[in-house]
């Protein structure tokens, strides 16, 4: 069965940087487009960003644009999410999820928490 498994949250001051891993299996992840979204206290789940196969293929929300970068490794099934200036109204539970938000989500991880905080 598809799995998905998001690692490397954490605890960081403002600023700060962090990189999250979602290791996928159970579907050919090579051929899939694969998307971060997080989960905000009272407001909701927000799209984050989305990579097609090609890895040059990739969007992201206006929030993040130029300080997060999404890319995957299809030799290691793994998708990544490289977070730099982080801010506070990044603190949010960060899930990988196969799909897009055009065409829907069809699985999502069990999430990895990400506290942005002074």
């Known amino acids: 069965q598809v799995q998905l498994v998001e690692s490397g949250g954490g605890l960081v001051q403002p600023g700060s940087s962090l990189l999250l891993s979602c290791v996928a299996s159970?579907?050919?992840?090579?051929?899939?487009?694969m998307s971060w979204v997080r989960q905000v206290p009272g407001v909701g789940l927000q799209w984050v960003s989305t990579?097609?196969?090609?890895?040059?293929?990739?969007v992201y929300a206006e929030s993040v644009k130029g300080r997060f970068a999404v890319s995957r490794d299809n030799a290691k099934g793994t998708l990544y999410l490289q977070m730099n200036n982080l801010r506070p109204e990044d603190t949010a539970v960060y899930y990988c999820?196969?799909?897009?938000?055009?065409?829907?989500?069809?699985?999502r991880g069990q999430g990895t928490q990400v506290t942005v905080s002074s």
């Open positions: 159970g579907f050919t992840f090579s051929t899939t487009r």
């Open positions: 990579i097609g196969t090609d890895e040059g293929d990739t």
């Open positions: 999820a196969k799909g897009s938000p055009t065409r829907g989500y069809s699985s």
